[in-house]
């Protein structure tokens, strides 16, 4: 079983740049895929961007180009490097990680792009 939790959201001008981190806690992360899922309310979760257990990469198209996604399988960590943020990226953005019927997810982290 692994626990998530987020941190480094925050309010950042547009044009800006965070950098989300995602701490996981367990065994065996370095078997999961690792995903950021971000929700607005009132709608559906997005998909952000995903880093397989082999490091292959994917990426929402609104983000490419923007957003880097990392992880660390020494420190148990994910990283999303989110620069040139725009006001649509305002979300609460989630850390999953899944590995076949292996699911698990963080209660999110604020992130708002506003001047």
């Known amino acids: 079983q692994l626990q998530l939790v987020e941190s480094g959201g925050g309010l950042v001008q547009p044009g800006g740049s965070l950098t989300l981190s995602c701490a996981a806690s367990?065994?065996?992360?370095?078997?999961?895929?690792m995903e950021w899922y971000r929700q607005v309310a009132g709608k559906e979760r997005e998909f952000v961007a995903s880093?397989?257990?082999?490091?292959?990469?994917d990426y929402l198209e609104s983000v490419k180009g923007r957003f880097t996604i990392s992880r660390d399988n020494a420190k148990n960590m994910v990283f999303l490097q989110m620069n040139s943020l725009e006001p649509g990226d305002t979300a609460v953005y989630s850390c999953h990680a899944n590995f076949g019927l292996r699911q698990y997810w963080g209660k999110g982290t604020q992130v708002t792009v506003s001047s």
């Open positions: 880093i397989t257990r082999e490091s292959k990469l």
């Open positions: 367990g065994k065996a992360f370095d078997v999961y895929n």
